[in-house]
């Protein structure tokens, strides 16, 4: 996926209570290049991780979301990766429900 470090802190998550989001785009397997929204982030346990929903999906009545986690490749480059593992899913997914969130989350 994308190297470029995000910074959750500069994020506009929900921090004036409109709906603006951030872009991100990613690189899939196959080369394609997909646009997606950070709806939300977290650091857990010095790990940062990112709530995306994909633009194109994002005006659906219930877009499916994707978490990221950041994976350092090298001193201050980075990568982000899909959560595949479901115990590590489940975690973060409660810490970020445990939040004042501003969306409602189904699993």
Known sequence: M???KLNIDELNLFGDQ?????????VDDDGTEVDFFVV????????????LVKT???DKNEPDAFLFKEVMTGEEECTYEEVKD?????????LLQD?????????
Request: hydrophobic content about 35%; cysteine-free; charged content about 45%.
């Open 40 to 51: 939300d982030g977290i650091d857990v346990e010095k790990v940062r991780y990112l709530l």
């Open 86 to 94: 479901e115990d590590e899913y489940n975690k973060v997914i409660l």
């Open 18 to 26: 409109e709906e603006m989001y951030d872009v991100v785009s990613m």
């Open 56 to 58: 194109e999906d994002f």
């Open 2 to 4: 994308n190297d470029e």
């Open 99 to 107: 939040e004042d969130s501003e969306y409602e989350m189904k699993i």
